[in-house]
């Protein structure tokens, strides 16, 4: 591998971790940038599918952007393969936790996202992207009535009320 194509790799794990930190600071703006106009995704095996790049980015600010939803989500282990000089595919591992204090749900899970991206004017962008969960389990707040959401970038613009 020579060191272009480990500078191209690097990019691309870049503009990643861009889509994940704009999903979870709910930066809809920014996200736009990520994508090319034609992006497609499927998510939980084509459970949820769209087709552009204002429409994915629609759906995700429909379902996350609210005070009460707070979520990590986290990519690990990154195999970048380059497939031409503008092309790539990317297989990523996903955990993530959300937190919903409106419905008083916990989620967690893990995934496998596969993605491919393009090359154009200088710059990486995503052109598919999409997961197959490996598991997700949802639990209810109200059964641990000694949960509590103590920091929030929504709810306490991310200082804890925890008394030091």
Sequence with gaps: MTIQELLEIEEIKRLKYAYM??????AWDEMKTLFVPEAT??????HYHYEGRDAIVAWLRKGMDKPAFHSTHSVHQ?????????TAE????LEDYVVDTEYDIVISGAAFYQDRYVKRDGRWLILHTGYERVFEQIE??????SLKLTAS????????????
């Design 140 to 145: 209810s707040r109200k059964d641990r009535p």
């Design 90 to 93: 990317g297989t990523w591992k």
């Design 41 to 46: 995704c499927s998510y939980s095996a084509g």
């Design 78 to 86: 990154p195999e970048i393969r380059l497939t031409g000089p503008d």
């Design 21 to 26: 930190r704009c999903v979870d600071t709910k």
């Design 153 to 164: 970038m929504w709810t306490t613009g991310g200082a804890s009320r925890i008394k030091a």
